[in-house]
């Protein structure tokens, strides 16, 4: 079973990420790692602190010359940035210095402090920023690189970014990562690139926030993956609550989803036909799973994050100590973060796809992953 746990807070020493269930053999490189979390930083809009971040990382355990030895992964992400928070967030008792007591809406942080009875909303705020998905990128590597052994593959791009969309049917292909990561916005559609900077920079003179949605697309997933007999193997389901742990991510859909609601069934579905040795759809409406199982079309998803939460004009709130109105603390923060969070998504997909993987096909080696997987799909054919 592949399984992953990170621990860390946003300005703390590190992030640390371990990533169990890797078969033995998979090659896992310090500079792919890099690479990864370089792309997490990309996208017009992002903040001051995206250009002091460096991601100072060191494999700890797991990889023995460049390949995995099938015991547990291990990674840490240091923060360059420590020493100027080590009173501040130092694990040995005493008090902080700066209490912050006005919770932001749309944070996790009053909902958080009720929860854990504090008054200093840093408690919460370290743990729930999105800096946690640096940790995430390291599982998220670790599932392209075992996804690549058996020929799948996961792309994200920007389809909105406040009111500006892309076109209806801009699509990419597998070999289109780079062109997306060479956009300020990761826009695959370069004529929408202009509007969507505009946009972010009129919200960063009004010193405001835009969301966005960014769209997945996962290649090569064989017929057959996830299942229909349990509420949690349901592919679909698993897909949508990764999706949904991404910070800021409110709404996830599949396929064509909410247009799909509002047509009658004659236009919902994908007919089947059968051409060149294989069952084949006349349409992509479901985006690639039905009944909680990938149908061997590619696999398309969308996820909605919402406006940043941190405003740089903020928003009321109320201290929580004395009760009276007062506006909300600021912490640095980012104008549109939609870009980059597509990144995440795709390392949130990929890390569902190769779980599924590892647990249809199994393999304490990726020869024996490879092999089975071959079988499979030879078998397949066969039907």
Same mark, same amino acid.
């Given at each position: 079973?592949?399984?992953?746990?990170?621990?860390?807070?946003?300005?703390?020493?590190?992030?640390?990420?371990?990533?169990?269930?890797?078969?033995?053999?998979?090659?896992?490189?310090?500079?792919?790692?890099?690479?990864?979390?370089?792309?997490?930083?990309?996208?017009? &809009?992002?903040?001051?602190?995206?250009?002091?971040?460096?991601?100072?990382?060191?494999?700890?355990?797991?990889?023995?010359? &460049?390949?995995?030895?099938?015991?547990?992964?291990?990674?840490?992400?240091?923060?360059?940035?420590?020493?100027?928070?080590?009173?501040?967030?130092?694990?040995?008792?005493?008090?902080?210095?700066?209490?912050?007591?006005?919770?932001?809406? &749309?944070?996790?942080?009053?909902?958080?402090?009720?929860?854990?009875?504090?008054?200093?909303?840093?408690?919460?705020?370290?743990?729930?920023?999105?800096?946690?998905?640096?940790?995430?990128?390291?599982?998220?590597?670790?599932?392209?690189?075992?996804?690549?052994?058996?020929?799948?593959?996961?792309?994200?791009?920007?389809?909105?970014?406040?009111?500006?969309?892309?076109?209806?049917?801009?699509?990419?292909?597998?070999?289109?990562?780079?062109?997306?990561?060479?956009?300020?916005?990761?826009?695959?559609?370069?004529?929408?690139?202009?509007?969507?900077?505009?946009?972010?920079?009129?919200?960063?003179?009004?010193?405001?926030?835009?969301?966005?949605?960014?769209?997945?697309?996962?290649?090569?997933?064989?017929?057959?993956?996830?299942?229909?007999?349990?509420?949690?193997?349901?592919?679909?389901?698993?897909?949508?609550?990764?999706?949904?742990?991404?910070?800021?991510?409110?709404?996830?859909?599949?396929?064509?989803?909410?247009?799909?609601?509002?047509?009658?069934?004659?236009?919902?579905?994908?007919?089947?036909?059968?051409?060149?040795?294989?069952?084949?759809?006349?349409?992509?409406?479901?985006?690639?799973?039905?009944?909680?199982?990938?149908?061997?079309?590619?696999?398309?998803?969308?996820?909605?994050?919402?406006?940043?939460?941190?405003?740089?004009?903020?928003?009321?709130?109320?201290?929580?100590?004395?009760?009276?109105?007062?506006?909300?603390?600021?912490?640095?923060?980012?104008?549109?973060?939609?870009?980059?969070?597509?990144?995440?998504?795709?390392?949130?997909?990929?890390?569902?796809?190769?779980?599924?993987?590892?647990?249809?096909? &199994?393999?304490?080696?990726?020869?024996?992953?490879?092999?089975?997987?071959?079988?499979?799909?030879?078998?397949?054919?066969?039907?």
């Amino acid at each position: 079973m592949l399984r992953f746990l990170t621990a860390g807070e946003s300005h703390g020493p590190g992030l640390v990420t371990i990533v169990e269930g890797l078969p033995a053999g998979l090659e896992i490189r310090s500079e792919g790692l890099a690479t990864q979390l370089g792309r997490r930083r990309l996208g017009f &809009g992002r903040g001051r602190r995206m250009m002091i971040e460096k991601d100072e990382l060191e494999i700890l355990a797991g990889v023995r010359h &460049g390949r995995t030895l099938g015991s547990p992964l291990a990674v840490v992400i240091r923060n360059t940035e420590w020493a100027r928070w080590a009173e501040e967030m130092s694990p040995e008792p005493g008090d902080p210095k700066r209490v912050m007591a006005t919770p932001r809406p &749309g944070h996790a942080d009053l909902a958080g402090m009720l929860k854990y009875d504090t008054h200093d909303a840093r408690d919460i705020l370290e743990r729930a920023s999105a800096r946690e998905t640096a940790a995430r990128t390291v599982a998220g590597y670790a599932a392209g690189q075992l996804l690549r052994q058996v020929d799948m593959s996961v792309l994200s791009h920007v389809v909105s970014i406040g009111s500006i969309s892309v076109p209806v049917g801009t699509a990419p292909g597998p070999g289109d990562l780079e062109a997306i990561d060479d956009s300020p916005v990761r826009v695959f559609a370069r004529e929408t690139e202009g509007a969507m900077t505009e946009a972010i920079e009129q919200a960063k003179a009004n010193r405001d926030t835009l969301g966005g949605v960014v769209e997945i697309l996962a290649f090569g997933a064989p017929a057959g993956l996830g299942s229909h007999v349990h509420w949690d193997r349901r592919l679909d389901s698993q897909l949508a609550g990764a999706l949904m742990s991404i910070q800021g991510i409110k709404a996830v859909e599949i396929g064509d989803g909410l247009a799909s609601a509002a047509r009658p069934g004659s236009e919902a579905h994908d007919e089947i036909g059968f051409a060149g040795r294989q069952f084949v759809r006349q349409s992509d409406r479901a985006g690639g799973l039905e009944g909680g199982i990938s149908t061997g079309q590619t696999l398309r998803m969308r996820a909605a994050m919402k406006p940043i939460s941190t405003l740089m004009r903020p928003l009321k709130s109320v201290d929580v100590a004395t009760k009276e109105p007062a506006d909300a603390f600021r912490e640095r923060s980012d104008v549109c973060a939609v870009p980059a969070a597509g990144v995440v998504a795709e390392q949130m997909v990929a890390y569902v796809l190769a779980a599924e993987v590892l647990r249809k096909f &199994g393999g304490d080696t990726v020869a024996d992953l490879v092999a089975a997987v071959t079988a499979y799909r030879t078998r397949l054919l066969a039907f």
